[in-house]
């Protein structure tokens, strides 16, 4: 079992920074793909970023592109998003997951922290 534990949320003027920490226990994690999640109210939950095992491939949604990255310290069993540029649309419930496939898909992922709060004022 893996319990993620997410922090780092707040509230935030458009065009400032957050940076999320999302820290493991129970297991390390550097057999696990990890990703961020985000869910706005009244949406589904979309995938943000993944990062692989090591670090080798990541993945970003087109709409965070040249604004978020993702990064892990399997040392610390801790992974990152680094959120820049912020806009009012980022504004979701940012959840940590970790898979050990390739985590493509939302269902892929078994394991999910509790989540922190982003809010983006305009």
């Known amino acids: 079992q893996v319990q993620l534990v997410e922090s780092g949320g707040g509230l935030v003027q458009a065009g400032g920074s957050l940076r999320l920490s999302c820290t493991a226990s129970?297991?390390?994690?550097?057999?696990?793909?990890m990703a961020w999640f985000r869910q706005a109210p009244g949406k589904e939950r979309e995938i943000v970023a993944v990062v692989s095992s090591r670090a080798v491939n990541t993945y970003y949604r087109d709409s965070v592109k040249g604004r978020f990255t993702i990064s892990r310290d399997n040392a610390k069993n801790t992974v990152y998003l680094q959120m820049n540029t912020l806009k009012p649309e980022d504004t979701a419930v940012y959840y940590c997951?970790?898979?050990?496939?390739?985590?493509?898909?939302?269902?892929?992922?078994?394991?999910w922290g509790q989540g922190t709060q982003v809010t983006v004022s305009s």
């Open positions: 129970g297991r390390t994690i550097n057999i696990y793909t």
């Open positions: 997951a970790a898979t050990v496939t390739n985590g493509e898909l939302r269902d892929e992922y078994n394991y």
